[in-house]
């Protein structure tokens, strides 16, 4: 797929007329990176957008014990580094390739002029913003208030509504989940097989159905 095609699937260029897109796809460059390598690190320079053209990459925090907390799983026409193209701040925190990664790399500088010549990518730019600010406010949410079935229900959830949809095309292994939920990867394994045992989830091969929604928004929406 041409750059500027494939940029088209992207939120932050979805409404751009084809000349503008082009513009965007000339002052792109592309880099891979094998599994397991790290894109960024935490507090590297904040100088540019990246846009994942295929494979899959993990958002995390690294404590001193090497413990991981998975802020978020992102994969084929999803972005990071937008908030550098704002406050030019440092990387805040580390991205690493689950898998081999292709990504499309644009400067922050080239991003700003195309902006200031089109500022409906500007207005685009915050919506993407608000819906990751919203998104982060209620994992916050889920993390104080409700316990790991309802942390792992609401997760589900999320990435079956990313996918448009009741099944999870993205693999999730128990290990990724507890890393983006605070729990060990034996319970999440233990509510997991509950999930299953209840009728709620289907699981082959890594991949999961919501066999049921009702049941797993209730779960979701339960207080500690």
Not at 7 to 26: I, M
Not at 78 to 92: K, M
Not at 174 to 185: E, L, P, V, Y
Not at 201 to 217: G, S
Request: charged share 30%.
């Amino acid at each position: 797929m041409e750059i500027s095609n494939f940029l088209r699937t992207v939120p932050l260029f979805t409404k751009l007329e084809d000349a503008e897109l082009q513009r965007f796809a000339e002052l792109t460059r592309e880099k891979s990176y094998p599994k397991g390598s790290v894109i960024l690190f935490e507090d590297d320079p904040g100088d540019s957008l990246f846009i994942v053209r295929d494979g899959r990459v993990k958002v995390v925090l690294v404590g001193e014990d090497g413990r991981e907390v998975i802020l978020g799983v992102l994969g084929p026409s999803e972005h990071f580094g937008e908030l550098s193209l704002i406050d030019e701040q440092p990387r805040s925190a580390h991205v690493i390739a689950m898998e081999d990664t292709n990504v499309l790399v644009l400067r922050s500088d080239d991003f700003r002029r195309r902006v200031e010549a089109n500022p409906a990518v500007a207005w685009v730019l915050m919506q993407e913003l608000s819906r990751r600010l919203r998104r982060a406010d209620g994992k916050i949410h889920g993390l104080a208030l409700l316990d790991v079935p309802g942390r792992i229900a609401r997760l589900l959830l999320d990435f079956a509504s990313d996918d448009n949809g009741d099944k999870i095309e993205k693999p999730l292994t128990h290990q990724t989940i507890a890393h983006m939920i605070g729990a060990s990867r034996e319970t999440v394994s233990r509510t997991m097989r509950d999930f299953q045992n209840q009728g709620w989830i289907n699981v082959e091969r890594r991949r999961i159905a919501l066999a049921d929604r009702p049941a797993l928004k209730r779960c979701a929406q339960a207080r500690v």
